[in-house]
């Protein structure tokens, strides 16, 4: 069965962010044609003889998305609307960076059927933003906010990044608070990681940076929880909040392992049973598809043992939480006492925000024991 979520990899950033680590393409002037065509291509190869196929989600993600522009953007679904339809009011989101929704490109997203803008914009100061190597300023988040609105993209997800090395200064409270002003339906927080192999690696290697603190992280995250609660968001994943009818519903999908399928250089895939994911260097992916070759980098069946830690690591992350198991209740309790968990709707297992710091750890403990079961 074809499934009803479909992720679209745009690779092309303006330049790399320093803590940025995923799979892009530093472009000056985007490839769009170029692109939308080898995408179309990439449909038409994997899913010609699929038969017919309707999606309630499509996400553009990267990268930059919003750098094909917005007739690139507009051209980009109308290629895909020739193979999926998009059921009636299907989520379709696109990642943008803040000076790249002018009102022109927002006006073209919507009428292109854009119902939901993911702007990343990290922080509101501006020397921080610098130290990101972001291509956008603070005044360019509230522009993008009110552009989109104007063109009647109502539902706005804002990313910030916490736990920044605490030389630099930055103020969480401030920019939680500029968030909230902003009113957003959707916010999504990330606490910075270094992976070695990034120009903020790079800098920690020679000393240059150091990371923030884990109570830092833990007080950010914690503080963050309670001051979008109070404005009435809910906490519903590990990393995303969201105004009641405004959750992701393209993340929820992921989240409660449905299948989907993924489109452009690095994309993941899931049809239930197995994950396969494309390569990810663009010119590799251009050429495989440009001469009607599959782009699959990997694939990679899903055994009994990994469908059982996904599941609980999966259950564990949002709020709706997991199945508990009669054997579950030694190991839980404690949690519990701790303050880490709670028994929610028909006993099911919730973590709290401070469950959701150790969430790695406790989902690993949780699937040790079942093993044992
Ligand atoms: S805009 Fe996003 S994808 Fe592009 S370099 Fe920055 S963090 Fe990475």
Not at 63 to 88: C, M, N, Y
Not at 95 to 104: F, Y
Not at 118 to 144: E, N, Y
């Amino acid at each position: 069965m074809l499934p009803r979520h479909v992720y679209v990899h745009v690779p092309f950033c303006a330049r790399r962010c320093t803590y940025c680590d995923f799979s892009i393409a530093v472009r000056r002037v985007v490839p769009s044609d170029e692109y939308t065509l080898a995408l179309a291509r990439e449909l038409e190869l994997r899913f010609r003889d699929a038969g017919e196929w309707s999606i309630d989600t499509l996400y553009f993600g990267g990268g930059t998305p919003s750098r094909l522009g917005g007739d690139g953007v507009s051209r980009l679904v109308d290629a895909i609307r020739k193979r999926i339809d998009l059921a009636p009011k299907a989520e379709v989101t696109l990642e943008a960076n803040p000076e790249d929704v002018t009102p022109n490109a927002a006006r073209t997203w919507h009428a292109a059927g854009i119902s939901r803008l993911s702007i990343g914009a990290q922080s509101f100061d501006d020397k921080v933003l610098r130290w990101m190597h972001r291509t956008h300023d603070a005044a360019a988040i509230g522009r993008a906010a009110e552009h989109a609105r104007d063109a009647g993209i109502d539902n706005l997800s804002l990313d910030l990044i916490f736990a920044l090395p605490r030389n630099l200064g930055r103020s969480w409270e401030a920019d939680v608070d500029r968030v909230l002003s902003l009113q957003p339906s959707h916010v999504s927080l990330y606490g910075l990681t270094v992976e070695p192999h990034t120009p903020l690696g790079r800098s920690q290697a020679r000393g240059d940076v150091v990371e923030s603190p884990e109570e830092n992280y833990e007080a950010e995250f914690l503080y963050a929880h309670d001051t979008l609660a109070a404005a009435g968001f809910d906490h519903y994943e590990v990393s995303n909040f969201g105004k009641p009818g405004s959750h992701s519903r393209h993340n929820s999908a992921y989240w409660t392992n449905a299948g989907y399928a993924g489109l452009g250089p690095s994309a993941h895939e899931f049809d239930g049973a197995a994950r396969r994911w494309n390569v990810a260097p663009y010119a590799d992916w251009l050429r495989r598809v440009t001469s009607s070759e599959d782009p699959l980098d990997e694939r990679e069946e899903l055994t009994d043992e990994n469908r059982a830690a996904e599941g609980v690591y999966l259950g564990l992350r949002t709020q709706r939480g997991l199945e508990t198991q009669t054997e579950d209740a030694a190991r839980i309790a404690p949690w519990i006492a701790a303050g880490w968990a709670t028994l929610g709707p028909a006993g099911r297992l919730v973590l709290t925000p401070r469950g959701w710091l150790r969430l790695d750890a406790l989902a690993a403990d949780l699937t040790l024991v079942r093993s044992c079961y």
